[in-house]
């Protein structure tokens, strides 16, 4: 399974960058094995209202997590998502918002995590770090 970060879904529908709208665009529609983490779907529907500027509506914002919902398997957080972010905020040095998405990934079975903010790991555990917008 895949999930992707706030990051990701902000850029799809981000056109200051049409680069990364595209790559991300491209990224979730390539997603059908995708992942909806209950964090980032509130944290895409907080940063969106920074869109609003250029076109993109809180209406759309929520339409567009109904959609995810519809088309990915949800993923709710527990409490051992908050304890296993503990340990991992810890031992690789992550802020307490990076440990918790990589330890809903990991509490989730979730093997690959699509994000631009973990360029010093390719790995975790288990969960593989992609940045889509790193040129190889």
């Not at 509506?57 to 997590?65: D, G, L, R, V």
């Not at 409490?79 to 440990?99: M, P």
């Amino acid at each position: 399974m895949n999930a992707v970060d706030t990051n990701i879904l902000a850029y799809a529908h981000d056109p200051r960058d049409p680069v990364k709208m595209n790559a991300a665009f491209t990224l979730l529609d390539s997603l059908a094995d995708g992942v909806l983490l209950w964090q980032v779907a509130c944290e895409f529907l907080w940063v969106s209202r920074k869109l609003e500027p250029f076109g993109f509506t809180q209406a759309q914002a929520w339409s567009e997590i109904r959609r995810l919902r519809r088309t990915w398997a949800t993923s709710l957080p527990d409490w051992h998502i908050q304890d296993r972010a503990e340990v991992l905020r810890k031992r690789f040095s992550l802020s307490f918002w990076d440990a918790l998405i990589i330890a809903a990934c990991l509490e989730g079975g979730v093997a690959r995590l699509y994000s631009e903010d973990f360029d010093a790991y390719s790995q975790i555990e288990s969960l593989t770090l992609i940045n889509p917008f790193k040129t190889p």
